[in-house]
């Protein structure tokens, strides 16, 4: 055989052992990849909501997933009744951090499947009231994260529906009572209006049908003016709250500048997006070796007053010149 032969099969016996080597190599280097399970009340039609500002959130402590990083996504499309299955199957996979993101119910599923992994949450309630941590700034145990809630931001809610009706009307809100940060804040409404001797009128909603319930009592009795419970499942039903708002051009107030981008009338509240960012952060870093019990629970600085001006000129809603004035911004 002659010597040119000779290297040429040389060569190619020693190319095909590294590509046999080359996928080992890979799948050897992606079992050893850290996984974080992104356990989420919201629905997987919204990943693009919430997954790009928690990727920016893990890049900023560098990780980027599928180079370094791998993450479980599980989502309970809205039912919250899906969610323990959810965490206890993100724990079978022995995930070193659980992102629990959107909804407390989503947080309190990760509490009860382990005591041990490190857990990171971004909600829209208080993490104090229902357990999640015993204090914010040294929350201790396995559990931190980050809320976008505010006591302040109830009340004014309140006054903006007060400046939308006529004295004497009643103030309805829509609460999910499978979300114990939800019927909280609902209390808290109550008590605040009647401080001012607002009546203010409590509806449930926790699935499609006890949505259109909700409304059908609503229109019946009157409502004034809406506020909505920045609950995960409003969130997912963003659409059908335009067509139900729209169809008895309710005034409406939400928590999530989301469902003003949908179509619907006006949100007041902090953003879901710095929430999920601060929370990839917050990953990231207890990846890299910091302690949860050691990492404060983050709140909000900023909230902003979103109107939708478009939806208020097709609907026949007079926003009142000092509402307008206070917004941080108008979609026309």
Do not use: C
């Not at 060569?11 to 974080?36: D, E, K, S």
């Amino acid at each position: 055989m002659r010597s040119d032969q000779l290297h040429r099969r040389q060569f190619i016996t020693l190319l095909g052992g590294a590509a046999a080597v080359w996928p080992l190599a890979a799948r050897a280097q992606q079992a050893a990849m850290p996984v974080i399970g992104f356990l989420s009340s919201l629905a997987s039609r919204d990943l693009n909501l919430v997954v790009p500002p928690f990727h920016e959130g893990l890049n900023s402590a560098g990780f980027v997933e599928g180079r370094n990083i791998g993450v479980e996504y599980r989502w309970a499309e809205g039912d919250y009744q899906r969610l323990p299955t959810l965490s206890a199957d993100l724990v079978h996979r022995k995930v070193v951090v659980i992102a629990a993101i959107s909804g407390t119910p989503a947080v309190l599923a990760a509490k009860a499947a382990t005591t041990t992994i490190p857990i990171v949450f971004a909600i829209g309630g208080d993490p104090v009231a229902p357990g999640l941590v015993p204090n914010l700034s040294r929350p201790g145990g396995n559990v931190t994260g980050v809320s976008f809630y505010s006591a302040l931001v109830v009340t004014k809610r309140l006054d903006l529906a007060r400046e939308m009706i006529g004295k004497g009307s009643t103030i309805g809100m829509l609460v999910n009572p499978d979300n114990p940060p939800s019927v909280a804040e609902g209390k808290a409404v109550q008590d605040a209006g009647a401080a001012f001797g607002q009546p203010v009128e409590i509806f449930h909603a926790g699935t499609q049908r006890q949505l259109d319930e909700a409304f059908a009592t609503i229109v019946q009795q009157r409502i004034g003016a809406l506020l909505v419970s920045p609950d995960p499942f409003f969130l997912n039903e963003r659409a059908k709250l335009v067509v139900l708002t729209a169809r008895h051009a309710l005034p409406t107030i939400f928590g999530d500048r989301e469902q003003v981008e949908a179509g619907n009338l006006m949100s007041y509240g902090a953003s879901r997006r710095d929430a999920y960012r601060q929370a990839g952060s917050y990953a990231g870093r207890i990846v890299r070796g910091e302690k949860p019990a050691e990492l404060p629970v983050m709140l909000p600085t900023k909230f902003d007053l979103v109107i939708n001006l478009k939806t208020a000129k097709s609907l026949r809603i007079d926003i009142p010149g000092t509402v307008l004035a206070r917004a941080d911004e108008v979609i026309e």
